[in-house]
Structures are given as C-alpha cells and as structure tokens.
C-alpha cells in the first residue's frame, strides 16, 4: 500500500530531512512512526500526498510512484489519502459542517449526496449535534475530531496523522486514538506519526500495529 526505498529528502541550505528511509506499510495495517521531535516524521508524511517531493528513491502508493507524478495528478492522489496534520487548518469563518464538506466541494460531488456524507463523518467521531457550531467554539479535543472527520470523509483508504494527540488531555487523546483502532478494523490503512507512548499502547491493546522509529532522518529500528 505504501512502501518507501532508499529515500532522501534534503533542504536548502544541505540540510537533510531523511536518509537512505526503507520501509513498507501492508494494506490495512496501523503502523506507528515513532522518534522525537525533529526525527523526521512529519517530513517523511508530507511526501506521501505530495506536500514534498523526495530528491533520490521513491514513494509508492497504492501501487503508483508518486515520486514522479505529475502535479495534474496530485488531486486525484489526495482524494485516497486522510491527511490531519498538527496545524489542523480548520476555517473560523465556516461551520462545522461546511469544514467538512470541504473536501467534497472540489469531488463534483451531489449537494444532497455531499450533505449526508459529511453528516455521516461528523456522526463518526461524536460531533453531529456540534455541526451549526463555529470550529473556534469547539474544545481541543472537538477540533481534532472534527478535522478527522474531514479527513475521512471521502472515505479514504489511506489515513496519515502526524501527532494526533499532541496537547490533548489524556481523555481527548485516549478517544481519537480509539477512533483511529476503529477506523483500522473495517480495513483503512493508517499511518500515525507520534512521540505518545501511552497512544501506541493504548492502539496496540485494540488492534494489531507495528511501530518505525527515526532517529536523525534514519531508520534505527
């Protein structure tokens, strides 16, 4: 489902993100990306849906190379693909609900067929009764799941989190972590950057997972 090899992502200036990164993740699995901060995780997402592009090897996703993929190709890709990142990039001046109809207003996507989509999501992750509610209204455990819920409202089949339940309480993070071992048991692929043990072990309890460490732009375990 995704499988990187030999990759290298530099920045300007030499500075290197990632080095020489092989790894795979199986269709349906849950695999934990682990290593502390400026190890190379959030990086390493980003060149999945194409935020970043490598410099050598490659990225394959569901059986494409996205490290040579044409830009007019790249909105098709992220259709697949569940994307909540730590700056969740939720709109102040839209409800709940049109944040996540976000996602399908670019789909072509029916209105009425949209409308009962994103109702869906939101009834997901617990915030169908917040939809009217502004996201700057919400706790910061409601703002999560509310980009969660547009994360999969196009009912992908690859989700990527990088630090999921980074300055969540213990209860807020316990609940999105449950969501993700949900989301994993009918068959969505989920990579999730964290440096949250307790998170691992709390999935790990639910779900078979796996776990990749970085250590300094390099795979150490």
Same mark, same amino acid.
């Given at each position: 489902?995704?499988?990187?090899?030999?990759?290298?992502?530099?920045?300007?200036?030499?500075?290197?993100?990632?080095? +020489?990164?092989?790894?795979?993740?199986?269709?349906?699995?849950?695999?934990?990306?682990?290593?502390? &901060?400026? %190890?190379?995780?959030?990086?390493?997402?980003?060149?999945?849906?194409?935020?970043?592009?490598? +410099?050598?090897?490659?990225?394959?996703?569901?059986?494409?190379?996205?490290?040579?993929?044409?830009?007019? %190709?790249?909105?098709? #890709? @992220?259709?697949?693909?569940?994307?909540?990142?730590?700056?969740?990039?939720?709109?102040?001046? @839209?409800?709940?609900?049109?944040?996540?109809?976000?996602?399908?207003?670019?789909?072509?996507?029916?209105? @009425?067929?949209?409308?009962?989509?994103?109702?869906?999501? #939101?009834?997901?992750?617990?915030?169908?009764?917040?939809?009217?509610?502004?996201?700057? %209204? #919400?706790?910061?455990?409601?703002?999560?799941?509310?980009?969660?819920?547009?994360?999969?409202?196009? @009912?992908?089949?690859?989700?990527?989190?990088?630090?999921?339940? %980074?300055?969540?309480?213990? +209860?807020?993070?316990?609940?999105?972590?449950? #969501?993700?071992?949900?989301? +994993?048991?009918?068959?969505?692929?989920?990579?999730? /950057?964290?440096?949250?043990?307790?998170?691992?072990?709390? /999935?790990?309890?639910?779900?078979?997972?796996? &776990?990749?460490?970085?250590?300094?732009?390099?795979?150490?375990?």
């Amino acid at each position: 489902m995704i499988e990187f090899s030999a990759v290298y992502k530099r920045y300007p200036g030499g500075y290197e993100a990632l080095k +020489n990164v092989s790894f795979t993740v199986a269709s349906g699995e849950l695999v934990f990306l682990t290593g502390h &901060s400026g %190890a190379g995780k959030s990086t390493l997402l980003k060149l999945i849906p194409l935020i970043e592009r490598v +410099n050598s090897g490659s990225v394959i996703v569901g059986g494409q190379n996205v490290s040579s993929m044409r830009a007019a %190709a790249v909105p098709f #890709l @992220r259709r697949n693909i569940g994307q909540i990142f730590q700056d969740q990039k939720l709109l102040y001046d @839209r409800s709940a609900f049109d944040n996540v109809m976000l996602p399908l207003n670019v789909t072509g996507l029916h209105p @009425r067929d949209g409308a009962k989509r994103a109702r869906a999501a #939101l009834d997901k992750v617990g915030l169908l009764g917040r939809e009217k509610a502004n996201p700057i %209204a #919400l706790s910061g455990g409601e703002q999560q799941r509310l980009a969660i819920a547009r994360a999969i409202v196009n @009912r992908p089949s690859i989700l990527i989190a990088d630090e999921p339940t %980074a300055n969540l309480d213990a +209860n807020y993070a316990a609940e999105i972590i449950d #969501l993700f071992a949900a989301f +994993n048991q009918v068959g969505v692929t989920l990579l999730i /950057a964290t440096h949250d043990q307790g998170a691992v072990t709390r /999935a790990s309890a639910k779900v078979k997972t796996r &776990s990749v460490e970085l250590k300094a732009g390099e795979l150490v375990a």
